[in-house]
């Protein structure tokens, strides 16, 4: 089946730094990946639309500037956190749509929990 | 958007069947209804999509009323590892409506 990796699995870092996740799709090519947030005991909330060449699509209340989405190639999307604060702590979650895939199927990554201290 | 309510929680003994019921009054002609799971800590998982009567698959079935205003999701003879977040989402397959999560119902499987 279609796998998604992140990395790092975790991470802590200072407040004021900037930490950059990677997702990737393994064995398929997904030019649209997409970025999820999610805080303790929450649903998950869609923060962007990852497009390979182009720029992201964000959502409403997301700021474009601090959550930095760059999708250079059609297995792989960077979301980078830029100066990070203690409320930017989150679980990162991101998922991709396979090409070549009918069913339109999100196959979602492991996650991605962001300490910031 | 097609909003969708769930149960926030529910709790099961092992090897009972369990349905989870989704409402969704406002499905648009062309909306699919996915499911998924989620464990602590950890992404999604897809388990079940349909758009009307019954699917089944290896690890469930989803049974949708000839309105689709609501869908249910049974697990047959949950084990512990069932435990987990069942979220139900509507939408167009290719579309962006279908990338919302709703609250999602809190399955907890009990000894």
């Known amino acids: 089946g279609a796998v998604v990796s992140q990395h790092p699995s975790w991470v802590i870092c200072k407040s004021g730094t900037s930490v950059k996740i990677e997702c990737r799709s393994l064995?398929?090519?997904?030019?649209?990946m997409f970025w999820y947030r999610q805080f303790p005991k929450q649903s998950l909330m869609l923060m962007a639309t990852?497009?390979?060449?182009?720029?992201?699509?964000?959502e409403q209340g997301v700021e474009k500037d601090k959550f930095l989405i760059n999708h250079a190639s059609l297995t792989l999307s960077t979301l980078t956190v830029t100066s990070a604060h203690p409320e930017d702590s989150s679980f990162y979650i991101c998922s991709a749509r396979d090409v070549a895939d009918s069913s339109y199927e999100q196959y979602f990554g492991p996650g991605t929990r962001l300490t910031v201290t | 958007l097609a909003k969708t309510t769930q149960p926030i929680s529910m709790d099961s003994y092992e090897g009972q069947e369990v349905n989870i019921t989704c409402s969704h009054n406002n499905i648009a002609t062309n909306d699919y209804i996915t499911w998924y799971q989620q464990f602590p800590s950890q992404g999604p998982r897809f388990i079940i999509q349909g758009y009307k009567t019954k699917v089944t698959n290896e690890v469930a079935s989803l049974f949708i009323p000839a309105d689709r205003k609501s869908s249910t999701l049974s697990l047959p003879r949950v084990s512990l590892s069932d435990t987990a977040v069942y979220y139900c989402l509507v939408g167009l397959k290719t579309g962006a409506n279908n990338l919302f999560f709703g609250t999602g119902t809190r399955l907890t499987v009990i000894p």
């Open positions: 064995d398929f090519q997904a030019t649209t």
């Open positions: 990852s497009n390979e060449g182009s720029k992201a699509t964000y």
